[in-house]
């Protein structure tokens, strides 16, 4: 079978499959399936636009009490007055995923007025290359955001988590661009890889330590012969950070007793037609979306430290 075969096949088992889900997403779920209610609190960083705002949008059609937050407070403002126009219970905050003093007082602000949340989305995110573009200049603000904001929002998160016997959830929006062993964008340094790939002494620590040697390598210019990522190096590696850091986490949490549980996963929302992909995506922002509801409300939840698209689990 020549590569244009084999193109064509993988196109139509991905729209085969955007059907399926399409059809799945609108049978409503059944009320006795229904663990949430408009009590339950949802917050989603990042959520001024794009994946963020229909992943709010969402979850506020399914009844929740949704926290939008963004980092700008005029955008994030307009965005939550859209959603509460629709009739959907929707709150803004203004947050920083990359600032500590932002986090504490919005830590502080969920406390005072709700007592705690449910549910987490890490979307907030950061992409300067567009394209086939692979510049590291902003490499600092693209690892800060991505990863190591991601790591700040689920540590401040877990102390909010109230109990339910459900479970409460985190869902980080990651990148298929951040597999370990992706064909075309894996980690090419063979001890790197092992040393990511091995779940049981991944540690946090390790994945900083992988994180701060790229951007000491960017800093002296030695990076494009450091077995990296080839495309989007920067923003592929700081998604590769947040999968390796959804095992970690979700190892730690694993004891947790019944009514206490927190699941942990991350997922790969496609190539979306957003600002960040440069409106080139492919797949709709509601499509995006999807995989992250799925994990927020998903009836008998037992999966955590895993990674999914399209409502299907995804190797690291």
């Known amino acids: 079978m020549d590569k244009t075969d084999k193109r064509e096949r993988a196109k139509e088992r991905r729209e085969k499959r955007r059907q399926e889900i399409s ?3 609108s049978i409503p779920y059944s009320d006795h399936q229904r663990w949430w209610s408009a009590d339950t609190i949802a917050v989603v960083t990042g959520a001024n ?3 963020g705002f229909e992943i709010a ?4 059609l399914h009844g929740l009490t949704v926290v939008l937050t963004s980092r700008e407070t005029a955008v994030g403002e307009e965005a939550a007055k859209v959603l509460q126009e629709g009739g959907l219970k929707v709150v803004f905050h203004q947050l920083d995923v990359i600032d500590h003093e932002s986090i504490n007082s919005f830590c502080t602000w969920i406390k005072e007025n709700y007592g705690g949340i449910d549910i987490l989305i890490n979307n907030a995110g950061f992409n300067h290359n567009v394209g086939s573009e692979n510049s590291v200049e902003f490499a600092e603000k693209v690892i800060a955001t991505n990863y190591f904001g991601t790591k700040y929002m689920v540590k401040a998160a877990i102390p909010l988590m109230r ?4 479970g409460a959830r985190i869902v980080s929006v990651s990148s298929r661009l951040g597999r370990l062993n992706g064909r075309k964008n894996r980690i090419s340094n063979d001890e790197l890889r092992q040393q990511l790939e091995d779940v049981d002494s991944l540690s946090e620590d390790k994945v900083d330590a992988v994180v701060n040697k790229f951007l000491g390598q960017v800093k002296d210019g030695s990076w494009t012969s450091g077995g990296w990522p080839q495309n989007n190096t920067d923003y592929s590696l700081s998604k590769l950070a947040v999968n390796a850091y959804t095992r970690v986490v979700a190892r730690e949490l694993s004891g947790r007793p019944e009514g206490e549980k927190i699941y942990i996963n991350c997922y790969c929302p496609g190539w979306v037609k957003t600002a960040m992909t440069g409106w080139a995506g492919q797949v709709t922002t509601e499509e995006g979306a999807d995989t992250a509801i799925w994990l927020s409300l998903l009836p008998d939840m037992r999966i955590s430290g895993k990674f999914f698209a399209e409502r ?4 690291f």
């Open 163 to 166: 109990r339910n016997n459900a």
């Open 23 to 25: 059809l799945i997403r």
């Open 57 to 60: 949008h969402q979850l506020g």
């Open 312 to 315: 299907r689990e995804i190797h």
């Open 49 to 51: 636009r794009g994946i």
